[in-house]
């Protein structure tokens, strides 16, 4: 289990764009580094995002080498009624991960 | 008796107390944004494990820091009086090393390396309670004048004290980037250099290997003194806990 941190605006308003900033904890390693002994480090990064609302696909991303450790996103949604964001992302071990948070739309 | 040393150290310093700039004020607008939006500061990954740990019981006696501390909110103001003078042990200790004295005495576990993730998410739980507190350090002799003097002190291959960089040429440049001035008043801090949260000591460290002296060991009296002339240095400036800096 990663940490994670979702942010999300207590009071949206139907139908108008609200932000969604997401904070993962993720050494996301590039896989282009060496250790002290010459040894590549392997690659581990956060290969897939994917960001549903009430099962419906609002950001599906893949993601590459070179976004810096503990990454932060953010990404506008619009919803018409509250309903719950499942954030699900995936890294280079195969380890999936889903946090679900519930939005209140006034 | 008891102001003069502060005055003596005050006339030391050539940095008057309204021209002193908070690393916050260096930074480029991007890593200010990014401090001044919680949602946006890596370093609440950290805060968010430190309140999981504040209440999980931990060593011999079962106790949490909750058990004797209660809500984390009390804590209220404890940053900005570290490092402190312990008289039951006669020596400086960080908040870090309270966390871990705490540790030890009460909760009968083990203390943690000074670069263990879990000790800096509890100090910067901590240290977050105070945030936007004016920093007020006891200057305590002999501490404080220790400290000063390790802070003019040349050491190193490249012989540089720390005045020379953090005072004399505070606001030039090193490379592309701005010398601040050095006040800890953020700590335990998120640097996108480190891509992770550190303490003031990693911070001492990284400069003492940077003009490549043997760095000071965590829990010397050298490594506390020196932290105590720079807070007392900092006193009055703004707590920015946990604060982002390049």
């Known amino acids: 289990m990663v940490r994670v941190l979702v942010n999300v605006p207590k009071q949206i308003a139907a139908n108008a764009p609200f932000d969604v900033k997401v904070l993962i904890s993720h050494p996301m390693e590039s896989g282009q580094r060496r250790d002290q002994l010459g040894q590549a480090i392997p690659r581990d990064i956060i290969n897939h995002f994917i960001c549903t609302l009430d099962g419906e696909t609002v950001l599906d991303a893949d993601f590459f080498p070179a976004i810096a450790a503990n990454p932060f996103l953010s990404f506008s949604v619009v919803a018409e009624k509250s309903g719950t964001l499942a954030l699900t992302f995936t890294d280079d071990h195969g380890v999936t991960q889903t946090e679900l948070v519930a939005i209140t739309v006034t | 008796m008891n102001r003069l040393p502060a005055l003596a150290v005050a006339a030391l310093l050539l940095i008057g107390a309204s021209d002193r700039r908070s690393g916050y004020d260096d930074a480029s607008p991007d890593t200010r944004a990014m401090q001044d939006?919680?949602?946006?500061?890596?370093?609440?990954?950290w805060v968010q494990q430190g309140e999981?740990?504040?209440?999980?019981?931990?060593?011999?006696?079962?106790?949490?820091?909750?058990?004797?501390?209660?809500?984390?909110?009390t804590l209220r103001g404890a940053a900005t009086r570290y490092p402190a003078f312990d008289p039951q042990r006669g020596?400086?200790?960080?908040?870090e090393q309270r966390i871990n004295l705490c540790r030890t005495d009460h909760m009968g576990a083990p203390a943690l390396a000074w670069d263990d993730d879990r000790l800096l998410s509890l100090s910067a739980l901590v240290g977050l309670q105070s945030r936007g507190m004016p920093l007020a350090v006891e200057p305590r002799e002999p501490f404080l004048s220790e400290g000063a003097a390790l802070f003019r002190e040349r050491m190193?291959?490249?012989?540089?004290?720390?005045a020379q960089c953090h005072e004399e040429r505070a606001g030039e440049s090193l490379g592309g980037s701005v010398i601040p001035q050095g006040h800890p008043n953020g700590y335990p801090e998120y640097r996108l250099e480190w891509q992770g949260l550190g303490s003031l000591y990693r911070r001492l460290r990284n400069c003492m290997v940077g003009v490549r002296a043997e760095p000071f060991s965590p829990d010397s009296r050298e490594a506390a003194v020196l932290a105590l002339f720079l807070a007392v240095r900092a006193n009055g400036m703004r707590v920015e806990t946990p604060a982002v800096r390049p």
Request: proline fraction near 5%; include cysteine.
């Open chain 2, 37 to 45: 939006d919680d949602a946006a500061n890596p370093a609440f990954l």
């Open chain 2, 156 to 162: 190193g291959q490249l012989n540089l004290s720390c």
């Open chain 2, 91 to 95: 020596r400086l200790v960080t908040m």
């Open chain 2, 52 to 73: 999981a740990l504040w209440s999980e019981p931990a060593g011999t006696t079962g106790k949490s820091c909750a058990t004797c501390h209660g809500d984390v909110t």
